[in-house]
């Protein structure tokens, strides 16, 4: 069974800019979480997609977005980048929210200049 | 609120060395608690888990129980090798409210020397 994957591995931005990543979750898991990872913050919580419904969301500014499809597969935006955006952003995928485990993907690196 | 917090790295040890990595947590009511591995340049993968107090996770070695008396889940590996060189994260997530939200510590850095 394939693992989580997710698109693009890298991506280089200017500031103000936006951007979109793709996150395609294990065939048969309905529920995918979204991570910033930076060396700062460590890791993060951006928002959990079930069933196409935002069910969490993190404590991040209105910049950031994301929507889940009825595929499963789950993007999330960025607007008007800003350099503190640069992180590695991850994906994860389980079965449903709650007790079920998490599978993460290898992550989008993203760097605003 | 919730927290996880684990002790600060990097740890550095010889292969065949027994290793601790400390984690405690600060939540309510009866989390879930993870360990998670990251390997340079990769996503997480799941160590091991333990979802009730006293449970043991086990995984490749590696172990850990939840000690709710202590809110500790601290990991363990009797004997350690160079391919174990990475940033370990312990975790929890909170059973109320069905949702997978992870909380993670900062991470501890393992380098392992031959």
């Known amino acids: 069974k394939a693992g989580v994957t997710q698109t693009p591995r890298y991506l280089i931005k200017t500031r103000g800019q936006q951007v979109t990543l793709s996150c395609s979750p294990i065939?048969?898991?309905?529920?995918v979480s979204w991570y910033q990872q930076t060396p700062g913050q460590g890791l993060q919580f951006l928002f959990e997609?079930?069933?196409?419904?935002?069910?969490n969301k993190g404590n991040f500014p209105g910049r950031f977005s994301g929507r889940q499809f009825s595929n499963s597969r789950s993007e999330m935006n960025v607007s008007t980048l800003e350099l503190g955006d640069s992180a590695l952003y991850l994906c994860?995928?389980?079965?449903?929210?709650?007790?079920?485990?998490?599978?993460f993907g290898p992550g989008t690196r993203l760097t605003v200049t | 609120g919730n927290s996880v917090t684990q002790m600060e790295g990097p740890v550095t040890l010889s292969e065949e060395a027994f290793l601790t990595i400390n984690c405690t947590y600060t939540?309510?009511?009866?989390?879930?608690l993870f360990w998670y591995v990251q390997y340079p340049g990769e996503g997480l993968q799941l160590l091991l888990k333990a979802t009730k107090a006293d449970d043991k996770g086990s995984n490749k070695g590696f172990e850990a129980t939840y000690r709710k008396e202590t809110t500790s889940f601290h990991l363990e590996k009797g004997s350690v090798q160079v391919s174990d060189s990475a940033v370990y994260f312990c975790a929890l997530s909170q059973k109320a409210g069905n949702t997978g939200k992870l909380i993670f510590g900062q991470g501890t850095t393992l380098q392992v020397k031959p």
């Open positions: 065939s048969g898991h309905r529920s």
């Open positions: 994860a995928s389980s079965l449903e929210p709650g007790v079920y485990e998490q599978y």
């Open positions: 939540a309510t009511g009866y989390p879930s």
């Open positions: 997609y079930f069933s196409e419904t935002q069910r």
